[in-house]
């Protein structure tokens, strides 16, 4: 079965700083993966997705990513974080649909992410 | 163009009663989503739509949930007999495709059982 693990639950950084999300995945095939992010009291947004082909890529707001099969990881990074980055940042895996099972999405616990001046 | 909308924002029921939760998808979009979110517990899938297609409803965590879609449009979540642990926030999301599109979230129903 499909699972996505974020070992970090609350990361802390200054601003200006660099900033990596760290995402694990389990899937047997090549897994459709993204990043979303949920600032307070709002809905999730998407900042990126990796389908296939170049394995870093980009979102919206300068945040990348980079899929690494070998690691069976797909980790969000920013290098420099700015203070309205404060959120919750969610990792999600979406298998090849298969019968009756369609485009559902597994998502990690989250990272909160604080922004110190 | 307009987003996904749920509605209550907010729900204060007392424990036995029953609720129903609403989520308008975007206009077009086929698939609808249910998740659930509780303090500290990430997203919890509940139930997924598409199309015409038998609803996938392998997240639902007891029988007392239940959701229905009418007309391949608004999507109404049903807790009856509502207990302390359904107190959650209630995610709604719609996508274009059901294969790997990028959903499209509502900004949730904060349901409270007392």
């Known amino acids: 079965a499909q699972s996505v693990t974020q070992p970090d639950i609350h990361i802390t950084v200054s601003e200006g700083a660099s900033l990596e999300l760290r995402c694990n995945y389990s899937?047997?095939?090549?897994?459709?993966l993204f990043w979303y992010v949920q600032s307070p009291g709002q809905g999730l947004q998407l900042l990126l997705k990796?389908?296939?082909?170049?394995?870093l890529v980009q979102g919206i707001k300068g945040f990348e990513a980079e899929f690494k099969r070998s690691q069976s990881s797909f980790n969000l990074r920013k290098p420099s974080v700015h203070w309205s980055d404060a959120a919750e940042y969610f990792c999600?895996?979406?298998?090849?649909?298969?019968?009756?099972?369609?485009?559902?999405?597994?998502f990690g616990q989250g990272t909160e992410l604080s922004v110190k001046p | 163009g307009a987003g996904v909308s749920q509605s209550p924002s907010n729900k204060v029921t007392e424990k036995g009663k029953d609720v129903e939760l609403r989520c308008d998808p975007i206009?077009?979009?086929?698939?609808l989503y249910w998740y659930r979110q509780s303090l500290g517990q990430g997203l919890e899938f509940l139930i997924y739509?598409?199309?015409?297609?038998?609803?996938?409803k392998s997240g639902l965590p007891s029988d007392r949930f239940s959701a229905e879609r009418t007309g391949g449009s608004v999507s109404t979540l049903t807790i009856q007999r509502t207990q302390q642990e359904d107190s959650a926030v209630y995610l709604c999301?719609?996508?274009?495709?059901?294969?790997?599109?990028?959903?499209?979230f509502g900004n949730g129903t904060r349901l409270t059982v007392t």
């Open positions: 999301a719609s996508s274009q495709r059901s294969y790997n599109s990028p959903l499209h």
């Open positions: 899937y047997g095939a090549t897994p459709y």
């Open positions: 990796y389908f296939s082909g170049d394995t």
């Open positions: 999600a895996v979406g298998a090849h649909m298969v019968y009756n099972q369609g485009g559902k999405l597994i």
């Open positions: 206009s077009g979009h086929t698939a």
């Open positions: 739509f598409q199309g015409n297609s038998a609803p996938d």
